[in-house]
């Protein structure tokens, strides 16, 4: 009974979840237009919106950790759901995430994310991507902020392994900013996939920064064994008993 129950409460958060998207992005839609703070503002809301929604509807506390950088600096996460940009976003001052193009064409969520400043990459073409990425990151380094990426690339399952892209130590090599690496278990609660959400205390945690001047291989060397053995560290704590190294 008490997982039918959980369903359905899942299906009826996740069903609010979009709706509030678009009520949020037609709200703040004229503000938005006349500035990008507005538009900022417009995603902040909506990040507590969704984490306050969370806690009472399916049962998942969220809380980030850490020290949360506000200056200019790459931020390199671990992605596991929607949740982790949720966090991510709601915490950093000014943040603007490297995105797949592909969500350049979603309703409301692709505009406001152009209009605070994501940078879209096609993924699809690896070689040709990192020149985007390289290319749109230069573009933008006169507006402040936070760059995060995704070193994977996509949403990883907890207790899955897929390798980190170079693409990250490009960027870190090129911005001279150093890097925050960033920690997550938020997957053990809220699937890549799928509509069930299981109660717990979903964290992202900001992990010290890795200063500028590295190899390439010798940052991502230390940014993979920074963040996989944190964020193992706090799936094993959420109670995932299987974590592959």
Not at 58 to 79: L, M, W
Not at 140 to 146: C, D, H, S
């Amino acid at each position: 009974m008490g997982t039918a129950l959980q369903w359905v409460r899942s299906l009826l958060f996740i069903i609010q979840m979009y709706l509030a998207m678009a009520v949020y992005g037609i709200a703040y839609l004229p503000l938005a237009i006349l500035k990008k703070d507005g538009a900022l503002r417009a995603c902040k809301a909506y990040t507590r919106w969704v984490r306050w929604t969370a806690r009472w509807m399916v049962g998942i506390d969220t809380e980030v950790r850490g020290a949360v950088p506000t200056d200019e600096v790459v931020v390199a996460a671990k992605h596991q759901s929607f949740l982790d940009i949720i966090l991510i976003f709601g915490a950093l001052p000014r943040p603007r995430f490297i995105m797949k193009k592909e969500l350049v064409y979603a309703p409301f969520l692709g505009w406001y994310a152009l209009r605070v400043g994501c940078v879209p990459v096609d993924r699809g073409k690896r070689g040709q991507a990192i020149a985007q990425m390289m290319e749109k990151v230069k573009a933008g380094q006169e507006e402040p902020g936070q760059l995060v990426i995704y070193p994977q690339g996509t949403r990883v399952a907890p207790g899955a392994t897929k390798p980190y892209k170079i693409g990250t130590a490009l960027i870190y090599d090129q911005l001279g900013t150093g890097c925050v690496p960033a920690a997550t278990n938020v997957g053990v609660f809220w699937p890549r996939r799928g509509i069930y959400r299981h109660p717990g205390l979903a964290v992202v945690e900001f992990l010290p920064r890795i200063e500028a001047g590295l190899s390439n291989g010798a940052f991502m060397s230390r940014l993979e064994d920074e963040v996989e053995t944190a964020s193992n560290r706090l799936m094993a704590d959420a109670g995932l008993k299987r974590i592959d190294s």
